[in-house]
């Protein structure tokens, strides 16, 4: 008996040996990469301070469904540190003052439904309402579109419908409110009206009904380029509100279609060698232009999971599991400490501003510096291998 022990030890020690970081599952890799390069979440986007910043949700979101994947405590209680060290026991959120009126700061408001609902500590359900009664004031366009900032007055920005319509979406279900359902599509279709470009299937970066600032087209209100990591947001935001949204919702079908057209134009802009797309989306030849990778994770993401709900036909799971494969060659690179990163994301860009006019042009949106494991292409890179178990 003793000697058949030791041989079933021997085959057990052998067979683990076999087994190298290349075979665990990308999620579980990044997701811990990530935790060793952030021991605590609140260090998350290179933070040196405690703050309430949409970068924190969206990758605490994304290591959420690694919990909810592999049910690894270790995930569940590094999201819920974030949450319970900023958020006092009155609801009050450290770093965030509601007057802002900056929609950037509604998105980590949708890790709380979950932790709340697991947790049953009230004060997350008290921050989820004060969230949500900033979108009740924060100011609007003359159509009800929601400002991107109340610094960016009058300006409706791609970026923008990620950070706000999914929360409010899943708060309309949770709380059956009709109305605020109604308010959603209002901010998808909006916008949509306002950025879209017939010519090429794409969606401009921003729209000023003001036409006032210098990089709004005098004509038409919109910025003059489009860049792919606002795509993705807006992509991102319809495949999450339509989680949600109801089926028999009257605007539900016309989302979708804007969301099946928005793919197969993209598929047009997909680099021929790489499969996957530009800083600049439809602006591949032009010098200095690169192939980034938020916004092609992004891509990729709404590609997966539109067609495994349904809401893009099966053609797009296939490429958007090409197009995975693709991403994991060009993007994701091994270190020596066993970690992985992703390589080569637009660290950040926008319209306007006072410090550092950003005009919007070809030229301003390439000089944007670029980093690794930038949180906007590491959630959606984590999110979409939960969603292939990859």
């Known amino acids: 008996m003793k000697k058949n022990l030791v041989y079933i030890f021997v085959i057990i020690f052998f067979a683990q040996s076999f087994v190298t970081a290349s075979d665990v599952k990308y999620y579980i890799r990044i997701a811990d990469s990530e935790i060793k390069r952030n021991p605590e979440s609140w260090m998350l986007d290179f933070a040196p301070k405690l703050k309430w910043d949409y970068c924190n949700g969206l990758e605490l979101q ?38 802002d009126y900056n929609i950037d700061r509604v998105n980590s408001g949708k890790i709380l439904f979950p932790l709340y609902a697991v947790t049953k500590n009230e004060k ?16 609007r366009t003359s159509e009800g579109g929601f400002w991107h900032k109340k610094v960016y007055p009058h300006q409706m920005w791609l970026d ?17 409110d009709k109305e605020l359902f109604d308010d959603v599509a209002n901010q998808i279709l909006t916008v949509a009206k306002h950025t ?27 910025s003059p380029n489009f860049w792919s990591r606002s795509i993705g947001w807006y992509m991102m935001a319809i495949v999450d509100v339509l989680d949600y949204l109801p089926a028999d919702h009257p605007k539900r079908l016309e989302i979708i279609k804007i969301l099946l057209n928005l793919s197969q134009s993209l598929d047009k802009y997909r680099d021929k ?36 709900k349904g809401y893009l036909p099966k053609s797009f799971l ?39 006019y950003r005009d919007g042009s070809f030229e301003y949106y390439i000089s944007e510096p670029k980093r690794d494991n930038d949180p906007k292409a590491v959630a959606p890179f984590m999110m979409v291998s939960v969603l292939l178990n990859k």
């Open 62 to 99: 994304a290591i959420y469904s690694v919990w909810k994947k592999t049910g690894n405590p270790v995930y569940f209680n590094y999201v819920n540190s974030y949450a319970d060290t900023i958020i006092q026991n009155n609801g009050s959120i450290i770093s965030y003052k509601l007057q």
């Open 124 to 139: 997350y359900q008290k921050a989820i309402e004060l969230l949500r009664d900033q979108m009740k004031t924060h100011p």
């Open 160 to 176: 923008g419908l990620y950070m706000a319509s999914p929360f409010l979406a899943e708060y309309a279900k949770r709380n059956n």
């Open 196 to 222: 879209y470009d017939a010519k090429t299937g794409l969606y401009y970066h921003g729209w000023d009904e003001s036409h006032l600032q210098r990089w709004s087209n005098p004509e038409t209100g919109t």
């Open 273 to 308: 060698k790489t499969g996957l797309w530009y800083q600049v989306t439809d602006k591949g030849s032009d010098k200095g232009n690169y192939i980034e990778s938020s916004g092609s994770a992004m891509f990729i993401y709404t590609w997966v999971k539109g067609a495994q």
């Open 318 to 356: 296939k490429k958007g599991e090409k197009g995975y494969a693709q991403y994991v060659k060009q993007f994701v690179k091994e270190n020596p400490d066993q970690t992985i990163s992703i390589t080569n994301a637009c660290s950040v860009a926008g319209l306007g501003g006072d410090k550092k």
